[in-house]
């Protein structure tokens, strides 16, 4: 090739480079809003303790899906400092620290209360939390959160004796008792069962040690409900 049928070719290149530039419509990326605002009491207070476990059941549908709401924490945390906290709930999980209540269910700042102990088990100092959350602080839903793969509960399954620890295990073991009796053996079947049946104690544990809550939920201003977390999907089962 020549120095002319070069310098024709480089020509019609870009020629055909800027038509084609023209013609294409290159998108700019909408970039997802962050979230700086936080709950109010005009928020939570209209909402229905069923609405607020859809909210709870959709969040966690974000998580599993990665499709979570961006949030500027600190711009949160400012405006709460100043505004106060609405949350929307209470969650007693597990202490586990594969468990992270906020994140499992898209929460940000001041959006859940969040109390935690190992085996998610009743004592009253939980009480006195859930209280202030209901009566003091609005809040609709009251979630007791087992999880499956639980250190406790195998703890408690295995018998574990050691310190403080043997009182709270001690609290899991009717769960253990009704689920033998249920039919399930040892083993993961077994601790499966128990994280299921511990809920439902630990539940009947609020009702009948806290008469603010159960006056709220027979007033149908709060619910009592179970859920279990499954670590390997992600998901929420509530109960």
């Not at 990665?66 to 945390?77: F, I, P």
């Not at 959350?133 to 793969?149: D, L, Q, R, Y």
């Not at 073991?173 to 083993?187: C, D």
């Not at 179970?226 to 109960?239: M, N, P, R, Y």
Request: with cysteine.
């Amino acid at each position: 090739m020549n120095k002319i049928q070069t310098i024709f070719a480089v020509a019609l290149c870009a020629a055909v480079c800027s038509c084609a530039s023209k013609d294409v419509k290159v998108e700019t990326p909408v970039e997802e809003p962050v979230e700086t605002h936080v709950l109010h009491a005009q928020d939570v207070d209209p909402l229905s303790p069923d609405s607020v476990i859809s909210l709870l059941k959709e969040g966690n549908a974000s998580f599993v899906h990665h499709q979570e709401h961006k949030r500027d924490a600190v711009a949160q945390l400012k405006e709460s400092a100043h505004d106060g906290q609405h949350p929307l709930a209470i969650v007693l999980s597990c202490i586990d620290a594969r468990v992270p209540v906020e994140i499992i269910f898209d929460k940000g700042v001041g959006d859940i209360f969040v109390t935690r102990v190992a085996g998610n088990v009743v004592s009253p100092d939980i009480l006195g939390s859930m209280e202030y959350a209901c009566e003091h602080s609005g809040s609709k839903v009251v979630v007791v959160m087992g999880h499956k793969n639980c250190g406790a509960v195998h703890s408690a399954c295995e018998d574990v004796q050691a310190g403080n620890m043997t009182q709270m295990l001690a609290k899991i073991k009717p769960a253990i008792s009704a689920s033998k009796e249920a039919g399930h053996e040892e083993g993961e079947d077994l601790e499966t069962a128990v994280v299921y049946e511990n809920v439902k104690n630990m539940i009947q544990a609020v009702r009948e040690g806290s008469e603010i809550l159960k006056e709220l939920e027979t007033e149908g201003k709060v619910k009592i409900v179970g859920a279990v977390f499954d670590l390997e999907s992600g998901e929420v089962e509530f109960l």
